[in-house]
């Protein structure tokens, strides 16, 4: 499916739920710039050496101007991008490119934009809101059923971040030991999907598990003794999180219960920027991919740059949940970062599509739900392997 979008030679939860009640976690505001006041200069009784001095801060000026001209916003396109949820580990490459100058060192200004409602970023995309969105891949194929015009142009999480999680005194090992349990769900239909089909890959009979809506408190619903285990936080978040506290979590990531796999993370764009806008989407991927590396080699640094524009995060967390995640950002057989496996989307969409979610073929559609026609080293002519 290689330049399905862009022209030839041509060079964005769903709902994440608030589950573990960190103070001010719905009021994020997107991160802005802050401007150094230049020091103030000492009058002098001398007037020749005032003249000197004022042609040599003119000069000085003069300068300085030129080379913000370079960087700002006059000689760098806007670009926003809203994410998924309030500023995180998940998003270190992005801050981290925006903080060492990758973005505007081609061109663009990149701006992150933190939604209100965590629902609402395919929706502004597809109005022409913002530039770009970070969602989730079974999100992106929702909107596609429901007719926005979106695309995917790359991961930045390779695998479902998406486990079921319990509490040691749950004495919940396996899938199998669900039986008889109380699981809660934030009540989204495909997290449904996925317990039904946990529980059918260990042998376990569905009415033997009562499934509870416990909304986006899914972390304090185990730690009240509410519900037994919980399917809908993360591995890399809530179960760290969760450990941190000492509360000795088992975790069991869904791609490894019998859901197949699929990129958590992904970055989507509209089809017409896909087909008209390829050097700008090429170059954000170069640039986020030179973040990635950064955040690689000093995930210290880039916990900090995350704490930044989020001073409510605990750095702790923060570090330990970049770590963790690294594997997972880049993709197998190396490919280059943002890679998105045809094989594994084409299994999920279909297994969408037979548990009810969608009601067309995501793989039966004029124009696919991704492309990696964007990324270092793919591209025109490459064909998908």
């Not at 399905?4 to 608030?18: S, V």
């Not at 589950?19 to 997107?30: L, Q, S, V």
């Not at 934030?186 to 509870?212: C, N």
């Not at 958590?264 to 973040?291: H, K, M, N, P």
């Amino acid at each position: 499916m290689s330049n399905l979008y862009g022209g030839p030679g041509r060079m964005r939860p769903g709902r994440r739920p608030h589950m573990c009640g960190r103070p001010g976690a719905h009021m994020w505001a997107p991160v802005g710039r802050r401007m150094r006041r230049p020091k103030p200069h000492k009058p002098t009784r001398r007037a020749p050496v005032r003249l000197a001095a004022i042609l040599a801060l003119a000069l000085c000026v003069s300068a300085c101007g030129a080379k913000q001209d370079v960087l700002s916003a006059a000689k760098t396109k806007p670009f926003s991008v809203m994410l998924d949820w309030f500023p995180n580990a998940d998003h270190a490459a992005l801050y981290s490119a925006i903080a060492h100058g990758d973005f505007r060192a081609i061109g663009l200004d990149v701006q992150p934009v933190v939604p209100s409602e965590t629902a609402e970023p395919l929706k502004l995309l597809a109005a022409g809101k913002v530039d770009m969105a970070i969602s989730y891949e079974p999100e992106l194929l929702l909107a596609r059923d429901q007719g926005l015009k979106l695309v995917s142009i790359g991961a930045l999480v390779q695998r479902p971040l998406t486990s079921i999680i319990a509490l040691a005194q749950a004495h919940v090992n396996s899938v199998a030991q669900l039986a008889g349990k109380t699981v809660g769900t934030a009540g989204i239909p495909y997290q449904a999907a996925e317990l039904r089909t946990a529980l059918q890959s260990a042998g376990v009979k569905r009415a033997s598990v009562k499934e509870v809506n416990v909304g986006f408190n899914l972390v304090p619903a185990m730690l009240s003794g509410k519900v037994d285990a919980t399917l809908g936080g993360y591995w890399n978040y809530e179960a760290l999180q969760l450990a941190l506290l000492h509360k000795h979590p088992v975790t069991i990531p869904i791609d490894q219960a019998g859901i197949p796999t699929y990129d958590e993370l992904v970055l989507v764009v509209r089809e017409e920027q896909a087909r008209t806008d390829g050097q700008d989407l090429r170059a954000f991927l170069q640039a986020l991919t030179r973040g990635e590396r950064s955040v690689r080699a000093d995930p210290a640094a880039a916990a900090a740059l995350l704490v930044k524009a989020n001073p409510s995060l605990e750095p702790k967390l923060q570090l330990a949940s970049i770590e963790r995640t690294l594997p997972a950002a880049l993709p197998s057989g190396g490919k280059p970062y943002g890679y998105q496996n045809p094989t594994a989307w084409t299994a999920f969409g279909s297994w969408m599509l037979s548990h009810g979610l969608l009601h067309r073929n995501p793989n039966d559609t004029p124009l696919p739900p991704f492309t990696n026609e964007f990324l270092p080293g793919e591209g025109i002519g490459k064909s998908e392997e």
